[in-house]
């Protein structure tokens, strides 16, 4: 059975980190774009970043650039979001999305509409 986890989330104060993990199981994660996607209350899901197959380009939504940082461990078949200097503003469940496509092109929601999708981890940054 295809199961995607994500995995990290918690409560963090303003200026803190956190390094999400999104791990498969049932099939290998190798060949597969995958994005990282987030959701705050009350607002539509908005993509965060995605990496190519085999550990190819990466992409940033603009409100993330230069904080956070996507990553794929192989031998681990899981890849990381690492959050650093997290801002309130973060504070969404986010979620993992495993595309067939070997080449992240966008971070548009509606891209990956046949996609696995995890369930969600929920990160709250906050004093």
């Known amino acids: 059975q295809l199961q995607v986890v994500e995995s990290g989330g918690g409560l963090v104060q303003p200026g803190g980190s956190l390094r999400l993990s999104c791990a498969a199981s049932?099939?290998?994660?190798?060949?597969?774009?995958i994005a990282w996607f987030r959701q705050a209350p009350g607002k539509e899901r908005e993509g965060v970043s995605c990496i190519s197959s085999l550990g190819g380009s990466t992409k940033y939504a603009d409100s993330v650039k230069g904080r956070f940082t996507i990553s794929r461990d192989y031998a681990k078949n899981t890849v990381y979001l690492q959050m650093n200097s997290l801002k309130p503003e973060d504070t969404a469940v986010y979620y993992c999305a495993v595309d067939s496509g070997r080449i992240c092109v966008s971070l548009a929601s509606n891209y990956y509409g046949k996609a696995y999708w995890g369930k969600g981890t929920l990160v709250t940054v906050s004093s």
């Open positions: 049932g099939f290998t994660l190798d060949y597969y774009t």
